[in-house]
C-alpha cells in the first residue's frame, strides 16, 4: 500500500524509530519509493502503527493528559496508516 508521510512526520519517524527500533526502520526505508512516499505491506503498517500507539501512550500526553507535540505527530502518523 503506498503511504506518503509529511516531511516532519517522516523526520519524526527517522528520529525515533532510528534510537528504538532499527529493523522497523530499515524496513521503512527499504519500501522509500520517493520523497516521503512508501510502499508498506500491511503487515508492516500495522506493525508501524503498533510502534506509534505505543509511542503515543508513553510519551504523547501531558500532566493533564492534553495531547502535546509529540502526540500529535504520533496521531497524525496512526491516520495515515489507517486511511
Partial sequence: MEIKFTPSQYEFLKANLLNEDEVLF???EQ??????HFNL???DICAISDWAGEKLQAIGFDKNYDVNEKGRYLEGIIDILYI
Avoid at 519500501?31 to 516521503?36: F, G, H, I, P
Fill in 26 to 28: 530499515n524496513i521503512l
Fill in 31 to 36: 519500501s522509500k519509493t520517493k520523497d516521503y
Fill in 41 to 43: 505491506s500491511e503487515e
